[in-house]
Structure formats: structure tokens, C-alpha cells
């Protein structure tokens, strides 16, 4: 098998100890991988909210409504977002960032960041590069 496919195999490997590694770091934070990716999402917007329907639209969770709001409900009752309705449109859920949130977003960020920069530990500056776009370029052939 490991002859045959190759890429397949290494992916693989990669992509367990990468989870590994993620779920270690996001369990310290009480938190799962789609929990960051909203938190991430809030904390990159312009004004730190979002709704339910713009979070399900970006790319980054690749989820269901019924997923998106069970992510707003437990980082609800984690205290790390606060949920409310939109002012102009009163169907419409928001989600708002909390302080908490903030720092959580923050810390697991960062450590998220340091499995990044082991993983391209050894590689040079224009190696990164190119593993990055390759790495790109796979994932949008097979979307």
C-alpha cells in the first residue's frame, strides 16, 4: 500500500500528528478545533460579531447550520461568545466575542502556531513557500 500511494500515506501521517498535536493543545483550552476556527473567525471580523449565517458561509468550518449553532450554544455556555439578536432584523442570530473569548482565541492561537513552526522546522524560508502553496493547490483540486 505505502508503495502504491504514497502522498496518500504521508498525508495520512501528517494529518494524525497534526490532530494529535491539535487536540492536545485545544483540550487544554477546553475547546475543539470548530470551536477555534469561530472564535478565530469572530476575532478576525471587523466588529468582533458575525451571524450565524455569515460564520456557516466561510469556508473554514465546512459545517450545517444545525453544527453551526450547537458551536454558538457550547461557546455560549463557556462564557467565550455572547449570542443576541440583530437590531435590524430580529430572525437574524448574532454572535459577539467575549473578553474571555479574546484571550482563549489568543492562547490557543499561539500555541497552535508554535505545532505550525515545528512542522516547518528544517525547511527554508522558499521552502515553506512552496510547501504552502503545494499544499493548497491539493486541497483545491480535490474541492
Not at 494529535?20 to 470548530?34: A, E, K, P, V, W
Not at 469556508?59 to 454558538?72: K, N, Y
Not at 442570530?93 to 479574546?102: A, N
Request: overall charge positive.
Amino acid at each position: 500500500m505505502w508503495e502504491e500511494n504514497p502522498c496518500t500515506m504521508l498525508i495520512r501521517r501528517l494529518y494524525l500528528s497534526l490532530a494529535r498535536l491539535s487536540n492536545r493543545i485545544l483540550h487544554q483550552h477546553d475547546l475543539t478545533m470548530s470551536q477555534l476556527m469561530t472564535l478565530l473567525l469572530l476575532s478576525g471580523s471587523s466588529e468582533k460579531e458575525l451571524s450565524l449565517k455569515e460564520l456557516l458561509r466561510e469556508r473554514l468550518l465546512q459545517t450545517s447550520q444545525p453544527d453551526v449553532a450547537g458551536i454558538a450554544s457550547r461557546l455560549e455556555k463557556k462564557g467565550l461568545v455572547s449570542r443576541f439578536q440583530d437590531a435590524a432584523d430580529r430572525r437574524v442570530k448574532r454572535l459577539s466575542i467575549t473578553t474571555q473569548g479574546e484571550q482563549s482565541c489568543s492562547a490557543a492561537r499561539g500555541e497552535i502556531r508554535s505545532g505550525e513552526d515545528a512542522l516547518l522546522a528544517g525547511m527554508t524560508p522558499e521552502e515553506q513557500n512552496t510547501f504552502r502553496r503545494l499544499l493548497e493547490k491539493a486541497a483545491q483540486n480535490l474541492t
